[in-house]
């Protein structure tokens, strides 16, 4: 049985799955990923520059909140059940496999690109959205304190601290491959 963890915001939670677990000076740490599919609904934009091209952009939080009644819809058509979560959007059931024409690469806010699978496309109030699936698994750094519930790292969390957290973790999979 795999061990898992909840973490929650507000009134919502997000069930995870811990990879791993260790200490970095003296603090608890976890690397874990959601145990259900994470989602992004993005919305097509038309490019000011070049009206022929369209653009993928994240919708405001309102239009957001008012298109996803017609994305669980959708969803549902799929037998996938959206699903509130915190910190991201998931959905329960089994992803369609992926068809090379439903793969496409985005572009996060750092400039970093990640492969999403497009699940699905629908219109709400003249605006034409996507619904999509990351292909990769969603990594999250976790602090498991001595005394209250598990949580994400902060988004203040300083870069250096972010990259002792890698370096150790390639060290710790390191060691583990030398041991097979």
Not at 77 to 101: D, F, M, R
């Amino acid at each position: 049985m795999k061990k898992t963890l909840v973490l929650y915001d507000q009134d919502r939670s997000l069930e995870c799955e811990i990879l791993k677990q260790f200490t970095l000076d003296g603090t608890n740490y976890a690397l874990v990923v959601p145990v259900l599919h994470p989602i992004q609904v993005l919305c097509w934009e038309t490019d000011e520059e070049d009206e022929e091209r369209d653009a993928l952009v994240d919708p405001e939080p309102d239009e957001l909140e008012a298109a996803l009644p017609v994305a669980q819809s959708v969803l549902e058509e799929l037998n996938l059940k959206l699903v509130y979560s915190a910190y991201v959007l998931t959905v329960q059931g089994e992803l369609p496999e992926p068809n090379e024409e439903d793969i496409l690469e985005i572009t996060n806010d750092d400039d970093e690109a990640e492969e999403y699978q497009l699940l699905a496309t629908f219109f709400h109030d003249d605006l034409q959205y996507g619904v999509f699936a990351l292909l990769d698994p969603l990594l999250l750094f976790v602090v498991l304190p001595d005394c209250g519930d598990p949580h994400l790292l902060s988004p203040d969390t300083p870069p250096a601290l972010l990259n002792r957290l890698q370096e150790e973790l390639v060290d710790q999979l390191a060691e583990l491959a030398d041991q097979e």
